[in-house]
């Protein structure tokens, strides 16, 4: 495993996202940063190894997320993965009720124990495809917020992120430049808001959607 980073190392690290997390968090993001390594040898999370990267292109580009749109009541992350953005989201929101929609066992499994080591509250793990999970809910609670990274997008998929959405509520699609184009050219009854560059971090955007 690669050497740890102090938390004053992760707070240099998180800066040009502007985002800055006092101790407690940044000891939180540390244990989630340890647990990635940890389970990273074991199950592919993800394809970075080096923990100053980990910080800056995982946790440093979700948290650019609060920058963007207001954090706030239920949100639900779409394909989680190892957590981002979703779960890292509490980092800087841990008020906010996060539902993790994500069909690997495995990764389900790691979220759960994310939450529980670094005392994330409010968090609920789906073991489901994000389209069985949709047409199978119980009850008219829908989110205020949904945020999905590097999710390939569909009229169907969107048709589904629609269906969760609060009439008020936002969607937050992490990708790419092109990904963004392609998303905003399919999404009919979509009004895209903003388009946003993530810091130093090539072609990544931040694209915002609320329902028409």
Do not use: H
């Amino acid at each position: 495993m690669s050497a740890s980073l102090s938390l004053r190392e992760i707070a240099r690290e998180l800066a040009d996202y502007e985002v800055a997390l006092p101790d407690p968090e940044l000891e939180k993001l540390s244990l989630y940063l340890e647990l990635l390594q940890r389970w990273n040898r074991r199950i592919n999370l993800t394809g970075l190894r080096e923990p100053r990267a980990m910080v800056r292109r995982l946790f440093g580009e979700s948290l650019y997320i609060s920058r963007v749109v207001e954090l706030r009541g239920r949100l639900v992350d779409v394909g989680s993965g190892a957590g981002f953005p979703g779960l890292a989201l509490k980092l800087v929101a841990p008020d906010l009720q996060v539902t993790l929609v994500e069909a690997r066992q495995r990764k389900c499994a790691f979220l759960k124990e994310v939450a529980r080591e670094c005392g994330f509250y409010a968090v609920d793990v789906v073991p489901a495809r994000f389209e069985s999970w949709q047409k199978a809910r119980k009850g008219p609670e829908k989110a205020d917020l949904i945020t999905t990274r590097a999710v390939k997008t569909t009229p169907a998929f969107l048709d589904g992120l629609a269906g969760c959405l609060k009439p008020d509520g936002k969607a937050v699609f992490s990708t790419t430049s092109r990904g963004a184009k392609e998303t905003m050219g399919i999404g009919s009854g979509w009004n895209w808001e903003t388009v946003v560059p993530v810091p130093n971090a090539g072609n990544s955007v931040i694209i915002v959607g609320s329902l028409l």
